[in-house]
T-cell receptor, first 116, second 111 residues
Framework: DSGVTQTPKHLITATGQRVTLRCSPR?????VYWYQQSLDQGLQFLIQ???????AKGNILERFSAQQFPDLHSELNLSSLELGDSALYFC???????????????FGPGTRLTVL | GQNIDQPTEMTATEGAIVQINCTYQ??????LFWYQQHAGEAPTFLSY????GLEEKGRFSSFLSRSKGYSYLLLKELQMKDSASYLC????????????FGKGTTLSVSS
């Protein structure tokens, strides 16, 4: 158990719908990352927040947005869902935002999203 | 941009040694990570290299050559439970502290 929690574990929805995925980082970690993992693309970085502020953006679609709240939990919002958005969505957390040291990321169990 | 290459699949037998290679092309390199991921589960951290050389941790070792853009993960005394996907990831100094992952190497260990 990494200490990172994600809800829900599974989500099945229809095209065009909107969903919200939730993540609680490990106690004391200030950075939260969102990744998408599909069979053909592997694990892809979407977005990073540090202490409530957006820190870096990866391959995140405009239909997707995220935020980190004062209690440090984060939500990833996916809208106008398409079949291709079906994937495992992982949240990870790390203690810092700087590049010094290992600052390894601890991954949550993921949310499996199925768009029908 | 970044490009990370690793073999798609490898097979080995219990008790053997296997080396999983990873090559990368990226500017702004700030560390290379290896993660293990069992099917349907979260990736778990195995090792980190930022300087050239070998890092050893029990049955697992990881090597980095920054000039060659090359790393490998060495797994010794293979066990059935080592059957998993092994992900090579680079930390880029202009992407916050996010990791850019390769597509992973699926290792199958047989008895």
């Amino acid at each position: 158990d990494s200490g990172v929690t994600q809800t829900p574990k599974h989500l099945i929805t229809a095209t065009g719908q909107r969903v919200t995925l939730r993540c609680s980082p490990r106690s004391g970690d200030l950075s939260v990352y969102w990744y998408q993992q599909s069979l053909d693309q592997g694990l892809q970085f979407l977005i990073q927040y540090y202490n409530g502020e957006e820190r870096a953006k990866g391959n995140i679609l405009e239909r997707f947005s995220a935020q980190q709240f004062p209690d440090l939990h984060s939500e990833l919002n996916l809208s106008s869902l398409e079949l291709g958005d079906s994937a495992l969505y992982f949240c990870a957390s790390s203690p810092q935002s700087g590049l010094a040291g290992t600052n390894e990321q601890f991954f949550g169990p993921g949310t499996r999203l199925t768009v029908l | 941009g970044q490009n990370i290459d690793q073999p798609t699949e490898m097979t080995a037998t219990e008790g053997a040694i296997v080396q999983i290679n990873c090559t990368y092309q990226t500017s702004g390199f700030n560390g290379l990570f290896w993660y293990q991921q069992h099917a349907g589960e979260a990736p778990t951290f195995l090792s980190y290299n930022v300087l050239d050389g070998l890092e050893e941790k029990g049955r697992f070792s990881s090597f980095l050559s920054r000039s060659k853009g090359y790393s490998y993960l060495l797994l010794k005394e293979l066990q059935m439970k080592d059957s998993a996907s092994y992900l090579c990831a680079v930390r880029h100094n202009q992407a916050g502290t996010a990791l850019i992952f390769g597509k992973g190497t699926t290792l199958s260990v047989s008895s």
